[in-house]
């Protein structure tokens, strides 16, 4: 079964960062797509940015020049870095795993249980 747990989320200036962090327990997580979604009161999931097996990455566009991502196998967490934060950034992020590299949620099994991001103005 696999199991992931996100920690980093907190309150944060606007315009500060924070580095979220994704741990995965009780599978092999090298051989997974681990990607980063975010979930705002009212509104739908969405997409922020993937990681795949070779390193391969793909981010939601607009929010490529200030969230990065990066994966570490043998540690076997998946890092979100996220820069020059907005009061539009706060919400719930999740991550999620899966076998596609896809942006869609419905495509990822496996979900940690959430960490708030909020952004004070």
Not at 8 to 21: F, K, P, Y
Not at 58 to 72: E, K
Not at 84 to 108: E, K, N, T, W
């Amino acid at each position: 079964q696999v199991e992931l747990v996100e920690s980093g989320g907190g309150l944060v200036q606007a315009g500060g960062s924070l580095t979220l962090s994704c741990a995965a327990s009780k599978f092999n997580f090298s051989d997974l797509a681990v990607a980063w979604f975010r979930q705002a009161p009212g509104k739908e999931r969405s997409f922020i940015a993937v990681t795949w097996i070779d390193g391969d990455t793909f981010y939601r566009d607009p929010l490529r020049d200030r969230f990065f991502i990066s994966r570490d196998d043998v540690k076997k967490t998946v890092d979100l870095q996220m820069n020059d934060l907005r009061p539009v950034d706060a919400a719930v992020y999740y991550c999620a795993a899966g076998r596609l590299f896809s942006v869609r949620a419905a495509d990822y099994p496996h979900w940690g249980q959430g960490t708030q991001v909020t952004v004070s103005s």
